[in-house]
């Protein structure tokens, strides 16, 4: 039998409505009909069972049935802190950010940073959020917000319990992975790096200069692989 489809909802109560895009992809992607098991999701970490009562025009009616505690959802809060990259990178990172469980994703643009952000761009990274919440079973979706400046994004975090910073240039770490703890930021440059200004900056708010190995990593690859590192180390891998 297979997993009931999840959806995100604003609000529940014992009856919902699911109109809009929602209601789309229920209804001529996916075929629901009268019967049919889903589950809801508010953002609150909680988990709705439901089934379809009506499909009328533009809308599905649904009854819920219940109410569990998600258990996917991450107990460390880590925020990754991703330069914006160009074409269709930085949504592969926020996709896999939120499936390793992070809470919030800061993006910036910095000195070398060659992409631009507008309101579609970001409102797209959202989506990509939710989608990518919805296929892990998550009952949450990451923050996702643009910062101008990468100052503005570091400020944003830096009441953080730990902040790593990774910069390509630094030979060794200052901060061993294994004694990072929760909260925690995380800080990933743009394909351009970061210059030393800002490694200068980002030390002044007390962030911590880490060294991801001998070899040069994409930007994405380079986020991704601090994450997961760090996730393991808080126990969300294990």
């Known amino acids: 039998m297979s997993t009931p489809k999840r959806f995100f909802v604003n609000q529940i109560g ?56 998600s258990s996917a959802e991450p107990r460390a809060e880590i925020a990754l802190l991703i330069g914006y990259l160009k074409g269709d990178k930085t949504e592969l990172v926020v996709q896999k950010a939120t499936e390793l469980g992070v809470s919030r994703i800061l993006v910036f643009s910095s000195a070398y940073c060659a992409a631009f952000m507008n309101e579609h761009k970001l409102e797209r990274l959202r989506r990509v959020a ?48 294994s004694a990072i703890e929760a909260p925690c930021a995380l800080v990933v440059g743009s394909e351009g790096g970061f210059s030393e200004e800002e490694f200068a900056e980002a030390r002044s708010l007390g962030y911590r200069g880490i060294t991801l190995g001998k070899r040069i990593l994409r930007a994405e690859t380079a986020a991704i692989a601090l994450l997961s590192v760090a996730a393991h180390a808080l126990g969300e891998l294990g």
Do not use: W
């Not at 098991?37 to 599905?60: C, F, K, Q, W």
């Not at 296929?135 to 503005?152: D, G, M």
């Not at 975090?157 to 061993?176: D, H």
């Open 14 to 69: 014992s009856e919902v409505t699911l109109t809009g895009d929602e209601f789309r992809h229920a209804k001529n992607v996916l075929r629901l009909d009268v019967g049919d098991e889903v589950t809801l999701l508010d953002g609150s970490g909680r988990e709705y069972p439901a089934i379809v009562a009506a499909v009328e025009r533009g809308r599905l009616l649904l009854h819920v049935t219940g109410e569990r505690v």
């Open 130 to 177: 939710q989608e990518a919440a919805k296929q892990c079973r998550r009952a949450s979706v990451p923050t996702v917000e643009y910062f101008e400046t990468l100052r503005a994004a570091l400020e944003a975090e830096k009441s953080c319990a730990t902040k790593l910073f990774a910069c390509e240039f630094i030979t060794e770490s200052e901060a061993p992975m």
